[in-house]
């Protein structure tokens, strides 16, 4: 589908249903209007109209709002996620929350107090967290499971206390090994699209890019992970490589979970639903995030810039947008919404996401490998973390930035700079044009 069709389309309606409002951040960006947001609003005109008709015949009462905290949302986000109803994940733990707390201590055989113990809420957040960056390992485990999601916090309770999965109390084999490098994908090469193509098919002159999945890539980085006794610190660093896989199978993690803060703010939609919507930006950015390969970061930046102008969009709406549906694609792996978002992001002024480009490329998913071509995006993401920008990953991690800083320079080093052919700007009607050279 036309991405600037399927904009024009939906924010049409959300112009026809909705009245023109204040931007707010973040999410508030989001649910004023983006290319979800044609039926979100026109649901919540709908809403609208109801209190409307019901403060006519009903005399208004307010209601105190508990605070709303991110130990709360992450709270409710993995109760949710294992089955127990929290409600709408705003942060605000008040009496449904603590009646899904109940449930999870019920399930788990603890005193149900509604109340979560310290041990609680790490087993449960933790699980949650673990889940989430598991990719299709953890779908088969689901699926062995008769319990379903919920299953898998007696097996990861049962590993924490050394038992097997069963919760027999017998105490598991462990097998301690060496650790290693992370398995990279192999290097690729930019390619030609073969003539064997439809009539109706366009070729592609792109930078070829892996296609080896990040979740289980990320997988395998917690294994290594946990065998190496924890995530890598500045002091402990001896493979920058292991270092650099931990911090960008991390800001994964928190990509998803982000996104799944905002969508629990729009009502009537489910995460599936959402996340059909929000694989139009693959083809949208497909060539943008091929390019990142070729490009040098400003004519990328300059490229994307000139596609958001075509959208008819606010930068708001566009960003709040880019956040939902980059955690999507990093939870389906789709490489070229998760990667497609993050460039949006970068290029409408949240410069710390540059820190992403430079993963991508420095690890060949989503694009083809280019540390050469990481290295002026890892700066970048690192200018905007020394400037005070808001910090949008772990951000419990205080040496976090160093880190990245050391781990990458000594990645990319010095690397050899092959020659690709380089696309042409995008033609007047958006879509891009290319041509070869006799």
């Known amino acids: 589908m036309n991405f600037k069709t399927f904009t024009g389309a939906l924010l049409g309606a959300s112009l026809a249903f909705v009245p023109a409002q204040t931007a707010q951040a973040d999410a508030g960006d989001f649910i004023a209007g983006a290319i979800i947001g044609g039926i979100v609003g026109a649901n919540a005109k ?47 733990l008040g009496q449904k929350t603590r009646n899904a707390v109940s449930q999870y201590q019920a399930y788990l055989g603890y005193p149900v107090t509604g109340q979560l113990s310290a041990f609680e809420n790490n087993l449960l957040v933790s699980s949650y967290n673990r889940a989430q960056a598991g990719g299709y390992a953890v779908q088969q485990q689901v699926a062995a499971t008769p319990d379903g999601t919920r299953g898998l916090l007696k097996t990861y309770r049962a590993e924490m206390a050394g038992q097997s999965p069963a919760g027999n109390g017998a105490a598991q084999t462990t097998i301690v090994v060496a650790p290693q490098a992370v398995p990279q994908p192999a290097p690729t090469t930019p390619v030609i699209a073969a003539a064997a193509a439809s009539a109706t098919a366009l070729p592609s002159f792109m930078g070829a890019a892996s296609q080896a999945s990040l979740a289980s890539h990320c997988n395998t980085v917690s294994l290594i992970t946990n065998t190496n006794g924890g995530f890598t610190t500045l002091a402990s660093m001896s493979d920058p490589n292991v270092a650099i896989n931990e911090q960008f199978c991390l800001a994964r993690t928190y990509a998803i979970a982000r996104s799944e803060e905002l969508v629990g703010k729009i009502p009537g939609f489910t995460p599936d639903q959402i996340a059909q919507q929000c694989a139009g930006f693959g083809p949208a950015m497909k060539d943008y995030v091929s390019s990142l390969s070729l490009k040098s970061r400003d004519a990328v930046v300059a490229d994307v810039s000139s596609f958001v102008l075509t959208t008819g969009m606010s930068p708001a709406q566009l960003a709040g947008t880019a956040r939902i549906c980059m955690g999507v694609g990093y ?85 050899s700079v092959p020659t690709f052919p380089q696309p042409q700007a995008a033609s007047s009607t958006g879509l891009p044009t290319f041509s070869i050279s006799e």
């Open 46 to 92: 709908k809403q609208r109209t109801t209190r409307t008709t019901q403060k006519r015949y009903k005399k208004k009462t307010y209601r105190s709002r508990l605070p709303s905290t991110q130990e709360g949302r992450n709270i409710q986000a993995s109760l949710n996620y294992f089955g127990f109803n929290a409600g709408t994940v705003d942060g605000q």
């Open 331 to 415: 939870r389906t792996d789709n490489m070229e919404v998760a990667v497609g978002s993050a460039l949006l992001l970068y290029t409408m002024g949240e410069g710390v996401y540059g820190e992403l480009m430079g993963h991508h490329l420095s690890q060949g998913f989503g694009t083809a490998k280019r540390a050469d071509k990481a290295v002026d995006w890892y700066k970048a993401g690192l200018a905007a973390a020394d400037s005070g920008a808001a910090t949008v990953f772990v951000p419990g991690q205080p040496e976090r930035t160093e880190l990245i800083r050391a781990a990458s320079q000594r990645i990319t080093g010095a690397a």
